[in-house]
């Protein structure tokens, strides 16, 4: 399955792997009822108010996910000037508007701190965007997201882009783009088995990153060395016919998926942000298309990170896998590819 079984749908992404960031773009041509949640304490976000009930606009054009901090939140106007050339957005009669939700993550520890999307990173997403993009790992947004940092970044593992795909019954299809940029742990929601997240570099263990906070050792109050160091945001299209309100319902749904594979998820020092799309009229029950975007963003998640590689000295789930990770761990992972900037 790919984006193909969604009507004019199509991700597209620009990865810098020397600069250790990227951004990556669902476009949904004939727009799709927003839905969003942000459940992080650090969530840096636009065009949350579109998925309001309470606003005129109905559908949104585009959902970017960056890398850059709020730097990066200028992708988006090269997004908006692509859908714009195309004649995609919200017809006011005298212009298309082409409406945009975005969020970004944290990643400019990793690699270089002043290269960031921007508006040309934007445009030429867009540009390469395709309904057969399926790559996962150390892609777009996902080029420079680590996990794990409880302790802080010495602890840190590499974390990536994922996707997922889930169907109810014959006929409505979820898919799930999720980039991992957590500061808790990644397990397998199936088995429990945790698969990447903090790791002691000089013995060669896990940390249990649950366990490290109940036993006091953290402190008190913030830490600075990790505040607004994290974040993972999601993206699920459905062609299940919703409304705006069960739009974010289903996007609460979504966050519920973060929580069965990130331990601990939603923290203050996330910014854990969930997108929901429906770009279909298709009928089905409701819970049954909640259930499956919950699972579809849980496997987002394990795929993100086993399908990432190691970068500037960050161990990923890979390298470690021969030593660490269970064999039947690694029946869920993907090939992940790069493509540089251009």
Same mark, same amino acid.
């Given at each position: ?23 990556? *773009?669902?476009i949904a041509e004939e727009g799709g009822v927003l839905g969003m ?6 969530? /840096?976000?636009?065009? !949350?108010?579109?998925? /309001? ?6 559908? %949104? ?11 990066? !939140? ?20 005298? =212009? ?41 790992? &150390?892609?777009?947004?996902? #080029? ?27 006929? *409505? ?13 990644? *397990? ?51 062609? %299940? ?6 739009? &974010?319902? #289903? ?13 601990? =998820? ?14 279909? &009229? ?15 963003? %849980?496997?987002?998640?394990?795929? %993100?990170?086993?399908? #990432? ?9 890979? /390298?470690?896998?021969? /030593? ?15 493509s540089p900037p251009g």
């Amino acid at each position: 399955m790919d984006w193909s079984v969604f009507s004019g749908v199509r991700v597209g992404s620009v990865t810098d792997l020397e600069a250790g960031t990227g951004v990556t *773009v669902l476009i949904a041509e004939e727009g799709g009822v927003l839905g969003m949640e942000v459940r992080g304490g650090a969530a /840096s976000v636009l065009g !949350l108010e579109t998925s /309001s009930p309470l606003h005129l606009i109905e559908k %949104a054009y585009a959902i970017v996910l960056s890398g850059g901090s709020a730097y990066g !939140l200028e992708s988006v106007f090269g997004v908006m000037k692509w859908l714009e050339e195309k004649g995609i957005g919200f017809d006011a009669k005298v =212009a298309k508007v082409p409406i945009v939700a975005a969020g970004v993550v944290f990643d400019l520890r990793v690699g270089s701190a002043t290269v960031r999307p921007n508006k040309e990173w934007g445009y030429l997403a867009c540009q390469r965007a395709s309904p057969q993009e399926m790559r996962q790992g &150390n892609v777009g947004a996902g #080029a420079g997201v680590t996990v794990g940092k409880v302790l802080g970044f010495d602890y840190a593992m590499k974390g990536g882009l994922g996707i997922a795909f889930k169907r109810v019954g014959e006929k *409505v299809n979820i898919g799930a783009v999720a980039v991992v940029n957590a500061w808790g742990d990644i *397990v397998d929601y199936r088995t429990g088995k945790r698969i990447a997240g903090a790791w002691d570099r000089k013995e060669n263990r896990w940390l249990d990153s649950e366990e490290v906070l109940l036993s006091g050792q953290i402190g008190w109050g913030f830490q600075p060395m990790i505040v607004g160091e994290n974040t993972t945001l999601v993206c699920v299209i459905t062609d %299940a016919g919703l409304t705006k309100i069960q739009a &974010n319902k #289903a996007a609460h749904f979504a966050q519920n998926g973060l929580a069965l594979a990130i331990r601990p =998820a939603h923290s203050m020092y996330d910014g854990d942000v969930a997108f929901v799309l429906s770009v279909g &009229n298709k009928r089905s029950d409701f819970h049954a298309v909640c259930v499956a975007i919950q699972q579809a963003v %849980a496997e987002a998640v394990v795929n %993100a990170v086993l399908s #990432a590689d190691s970068l500037f000295g960050i161990p990923s789930a890979r /390298s470690l896998q021969s /030593s660490v990770l269970s064999a039947d761990s690694s029946s869920t992972r993907s090939e992940g590819e790069a493509s540089p900037p251009g």
